[in-house]
Nanobody
Framework: QVQLVESGGGLVQAGDSLRLSCAASGRTFNRGTMGWFRQAPGKERELVATSWSGDRSYYADSVKGRFTISRDNAKNTVYLQMNSLKPEDTAVYYC??????????????????WGQGTQVTVSS
């Protein structure tokens, strides 16, 4: 059984940093696509960042230059380093993974596995 477990969310002030972690179990995703999505109240779930093939990554325009996605294949874990946080970054953040394939997949429908989500709240 594949499980993705996120951690690292919390309440911070604007300008602060947070690092989210997503530990996978049940299978490895070494070169496959994994990503971070977020969902704010009343809004659709949106892609924040995704990585594949070891060193390829894609970011939403809203987080480009502030967020960094990284992987530790030895730990089967993906991270999201979030710097210069803004109130509009407030959302539940979800880790996601595809069962096969590599590349940019922006829609939630392309992802087969999901974590339970972790709340990030940024106060002004």
């Amino acid at each position: 059984q594949v499980q993705l477990v996120e951690s690292g969310g919390g309440l911070v002030q604007a300008g602060d940093s947070l690092r989210l972690s997503c530990a996978a179990s049940g299978r490895t995703f070494n070169r496959g696509t994994m990503g971070w999505f977020r969902q704010a109240p009343g809004k659709e779930r949106e892609l924040v960042a995704t990585s594949w093939s070891g060193d390829r990554s894609y970011y939403a325009d809203s987080v480009k230059g502030r967020f960094t996605i990284s992987r530790d294949n030895a730990k089967n874990t993906v991270y999201l380093q979030m710097n210069s946080l803004k109130p509009e970054d407030t959302a539940v953040y979800y880790c996601a993974a595809r069962s096969i394939g590599q590349g940019i997949f922006t829609s939630t429908s392309y992802y087969d596995y999901w974590g339970q989500g972790t709340q990030v709240t940024v106060s002004s």
